[in-house]
């Protein structure tokens, strides 16, 4: 075994790992970071299969805070990650007649108490719906990330910064340290293993974040587990430009997927395949290894060409699945608040689950408080 000594570990190679990892060295003047991160590379799980919605608040009408917070956070996001951006194509939000938890009066007076824009959508644009089943189609400002062009920054920003990345490592342990405050064990794929010493450690591992042997006694907060599948589709051209989300309940979103040039199709009621309370006895990440992920697209379609009868004629390519992880208070509500919790056991120990990507911000503010 090694020594190494750090001012800060990262666990966890995605989106807010990297992103944190950057801030640190940036703003807090960190000279010594590591960043651990179990794939062969940067955000290629959870921040690159997801939905790649930019969230401006109109997905979260049960959730006030939630919307507000997405609102506020929005325009940050789309100015400090413009390359990742992709604001070419048309976002519909459209409320059902039936089943909806929402009513059209309600969701526009959401967007109002929010102090987000929407417009009732042109006919043209309406004709797409089924009307007897689509009560109002709303032109909102919501825009789709680049999931490859975060990981592009990622990669260059960590490299400017001095962060020294490993990947294909994974790290098995947390616990007090000799000479620092704590000390991470990791093991390379090729078998080597480490005792990294460090003042801080930030534990970023989404759906990782309880599986941590030595002194780390697991997160407060119960999680939920989903494993998710999100269709890749080619769409007609009469849908080409377009994203649409159908509100709020058992419905579907189409968004465009800028990674791939193609749109995801998600339902709520086939993309959540299964689901688990969280335990550290459980690997999430093995459970999705061995799941046998087969395919519900053919379900996703057929009920979504109710709505919208142009899905049938979209093509599938495949299918994107993976872990979502929630808290489990926000089951009801859908809100996405972010998890910081700090470890009273392990001083400078940080666990973080941001939630959805415009939590950054939130994130990066309770770390100004605790560094
Ligand atoms: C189906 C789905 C749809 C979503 N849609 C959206 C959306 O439209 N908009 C939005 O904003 N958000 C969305 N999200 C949420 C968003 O994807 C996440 O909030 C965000 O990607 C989380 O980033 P992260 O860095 O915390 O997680 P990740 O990107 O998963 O990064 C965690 C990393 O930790 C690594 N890791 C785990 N354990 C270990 C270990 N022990 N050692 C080393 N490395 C480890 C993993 O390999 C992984 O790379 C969606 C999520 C899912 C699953």
Redesign the pocket.
Known sequence: MTHLHQDAVI????????AIAVYLVKQKGFKHVVL????AA??????????????NGYHYPRSFTTAYRSRINFPKFVRDWPQAINQDFTKLYAISRRNSKVTSRQFERFCREIGVEFRAADPVLRTLFEPRLIESVYVVNEYAFDTLKLASWAARELAENGVSVRCN????TISKGRETPLQVG?RTNSGTEQLIQSRYVFN?????LN??AGDFSGIQSSLKQEI?E?ALMKMPDSLCGLGVTVMDGPFFSI?PFPARGLHTL?HVRY?PHQHWCDQPDLDP?EKLRSYHKASRVERMVRDVARYMPDVWRATYQES?F???TVLAKNESDDGRPILFERHTTLPGCYS????????IYDVLERLNEVV
Do not use: P, W
């Open positions: 666990i966890g190679g995605g989106f807010y790992g990297a651990i991160e179990r794939e940067l955000l290629t799980r959870a921040s690159y299969n997801n939905q790649a919605r930019v969230h490592t994974h790290a098995l990791v970023c591992t989404y759906s990782g599986q941590f998710t999100m968004m998600s993309t990440y994107l993976e872990i979502k973080i689950l941001g939630g959805k990507i415009d939590n």
